[in-house]
């Protein structure tokens, strides 16, 4: 019987499993994911040796080519970052459909965007399409590029894009290209939603291995002004539902 390291059971009561037979049916590849979530310093090594845990294999026996085996099998994972909590999606989302009814106040398509790092806003924008004639100036587009010009660097990957309303393509692909960690959308979008409506751009790990979308959060209140603005409706204030 292998011997767990006091620092490998640490690890993995951070995460909830306490004996073998809990991380047996979670596996050492989720388990690995989990724990890196929350310490993203450990290295490969804390990998092996819960594979060797399983196994009931010592440590000394891995072959390079089985740790290498290892390592692909881990990276062939979609991304699971840790769950922002439930709050903190619920404030963030607020900040976005406050911009949302900016737009709507403008008469633009109702949408707001905000792109948060270290928990802090670095970008945020509402579509304004119409008022600069420009088919690019959708809400998620409009927050990467202000969080890009605030870091100084295109690439966004410790990032998170709270949104409104689903993506469409066109900002789906600015999400996988900017390399931003997650994007957090309040309602599904039917008709151009790129994320599980139309098309499920962000499950497909042959051009997406880093971004992962959660959503819908609560279809009444986050696609409330949508209903409103196509119904030609005066809008009701969504923060007060
Ligand atoms: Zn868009």
Same mark, same amino acid.
């Not at 900016?102 to 270290?118: D, F, K, L």
């Given at each position: 019987m292998i011997r767990i390291t006091n620092y490998l059971e640490k690890k993995l009561q951070e995460i909830g499993i306490y004996n073998l037979k809990e991380l047996d049916e979670i596996g050492f590849i989720q388990a690995f994911s989990l724990i890196k979530n929350k310490f993203?310093?450990?290295?490969?090594n804390l990998l092996y040796e819960l594979f060797c845990l399983l196994n009931n294999i010592?440590?000394?026996?891995?072959t390079k080519e089985m740790k290498q085996k290892l390592i692909i099998e881990y990276k062939k994972q979609p991304p699971q970052y840790a769950m922002p909590d439930s709050i903190l999606i619920e404030k963030y989302l607020n900040c976005a459909l406050e911009l949302a009814m900016i737009a709507y106040e403008e008469q633009e398509i109702p949408i707001g965007a905000v792109i948060v790092y270290n928990n802090q806003i670095i970008g945020q924008g509402y579509n304004q399409t119409r008022q600069y004639n420009?088919?690019?100036?959708?809400a998620e587009i409009q927050a990467i590029r202000k969080a890009q010009e605030y870091l100084g660097n295109?690439?966004?990957?410790?990032c998170d894009l709270f949104v409104t309303v689903e993506p469409c393509v066109m900002c789906s692909g600015a999400i996988i290209n900017s390399r931003i960690k997650r994007v957090v959308f309040?309602?599904?979008?039917?008709?151009?939603?790129?994320? +599980?409506?139309?098309? %499920? +751009?962000?499950?497909? %790990?042959?051009?997406?291995?880093?971004c992962q979308q959660i959503g819908p959060i609560n279809q009444h209140k986050y696609g409330q002004l949508m209903q409103d603005f196509f119904r030609g409706k005066k809008s009701t204030n969504p923060l007060n539902t």
């Amino acid at each position: 019987m292998i011997r767990i390291t006091n620092y490998l059971e640490k690890k993995l009561q951070e995460i909830g499993i306490y004996n073998l037979k809990e991380l047996d049916e979670i596996g050492f590849i989720q388990a690995f994911s989990l724990i890196k979530n929350k310490f993203p310093s450990v290295t490969f090594n804390l990998l092996y040796e819960l594979f060797c845990l399983l196994n009931n294999i010592s440590f000394s026996d891995l072959t390079k080519e089985m740790k290498q085996k290892l390592i692909i099998e881990y990276k062939k994972q979609p991304p699971q970052y840790a769950m922002p909590d439930s709050i903190l999606i619920e404030k963030y989302l607020n900040c976005a459909l406050e911009l949302a009814m900016i737009a709507y106040e403008e008469q633009e398509i109702p949408i707001g965007a905000v792109i948060v790092y270290n928990n802090q806003i670095i970008g945020q924008g509402y579509n304004q399409t119409r008022q600069y004639n420009d088919i690019l100036a959708h809400a998620e587009i409009q927050a990467i590029r202000k969080a890009q010009e605030y870091l100084g660097n295109f690439r966004l990957n410790q990032c998170d894009l709270f949104v409104t309303v689903e993506p469409c393509v066109m900002c789906s692909g600015a999400i996988i290209n900017s390399r931003i960690k997650r994007v957090v959308f309040g309602a599904n979008e039917p008709k151009t939603g790129a994320c +599980i409506s139309q098309y %499920k +751009i962000f499950e497909n %790990k042959a051009v997406n291995s880093h971004c992962q979308q959660i959503g819908p959060i609560n279809q009444h209140k986050y696609g409330q002004l949508m209903q409103d603005f196509f119904r030609g409706k005066k809008s009701t204030n969504p923060l007060n539902t």
